[in-house]
T-cell receptor, first 114, second 114 residues
Framework: AAGVIQSPRHLIKEKRETATLKCYPI?????VYWYQQGPGQDPQFLIS???????DKGSIPDRFSAQQFSDYHSELNMSSLELGDSALYFC?????????????FGPGTRLTVL | QQQVKQSPQSLIVQKGGISIINCAYE??????FPWYQQFPGKGPALLIA?????SEKKEGRFTISFNKSAKQFSLHIMDSQPGDSATYFC?????????????FGQGTTLQVKP
């Protein structure tokens, strides 16, 4: 079965640079979530989209922005990167219109800020 | 403030034994409670989930027990195997807008000894 695809899998950036993370949800899933997981921490919700519209926002810095495109893929844009942004970033997708809440996570993008 | 509290932080079980992980929550608006398994460097994988109108759900070796009045739920892993060694996260979902973000517990590192 098709899973959530994330790219790139690893990304190394310098402080103050910009990064773009991409997420391709499971086909026909209408909802995308972004989570950030620091070392030894639990995943923290950043932002979600339903049918290409932003639905909810968590503790996402103003330096970060995200959108979901017409083909349902999503991108997380991170600017003015800081050392503390180093983390695993996960995208998850679900099919909300089915009434089911299962979120399926991608393999993640490991961002390292030097 | 951790909205979902998970214990223990780490757990060592002998092969064939029962692993038990507990979670507690405060917000009665939570309406969906999944458990995820995560291996190092990988994305969380959905194991099993329950809604508050059910007191127990079993899938294979995994059972969720849910106590709505106590606002607690637990994961039982029967016949634990070395391959079960991973970090387990409980989570709770709250619907905002059209999406249901997950709020995770702190995680439990399980080691199953051969």
């Amino acid at each position: 079965a098709a899973g959530v695809i994330q790219s790139p899998r690893h990304l190394i950036k310098e402080k103050r640079e910009t990064a773009t993370l991409k997420c391709y949800p499971i086909p026909r899933h209408d909802t995308v979530y972004w989570y950030q997981q620091g070392p030894g921490q639990d995943p923290q919700f950043l932002i979600s989209f339903y049918e290409k519209m932003q639905s909810d926002k968590g503790s996402i810095p103003d330096r970060f922005s995200a959108q979901q495109f017409s083909d349902y893929h999503s991108e997380l844009n991170m600017s003015s990167l800081e050392l503390g942004d180093s983390a695993l970033y996960f995208c998850a997708s679900s099919l909300r219109t089915s009434g089911r809440d299962e979120q399926f996570f991608g393999p993640g993008t490991r961002l390292t800020v030097l | 403030q951790q909205q979902v509290k998970q214990s223990p932080q780490s757990l060592i079980v002998q092969k064939g034994g029962i692993s038990i992980i507990n979670c507690a929550y405060e917000n009665t608006a939570f309406d969906y409670f999944p458990w995820y398994q995560q291996f190092p460097g990988k994305g969380p994988a959905l194991l099993i989930a329950i809604r508050p109108d059910v007191s127990e759900k079993k899938e294979g070796r995994f059972t969720i027990s849910f106590n709505k009045s106590a606002k607690q739920f637990s994961l039982h892993i029967m016949d634990s195997q070395p391959g079960d060694s991973a970090t387990y996260f409980c989570a709770a979902s709250i619907t905002t807008g059209n999406t249901g973000k997950l709020i995770f517990g702190q995680g439990t590192t399980l080691q199953v000894k051969p």
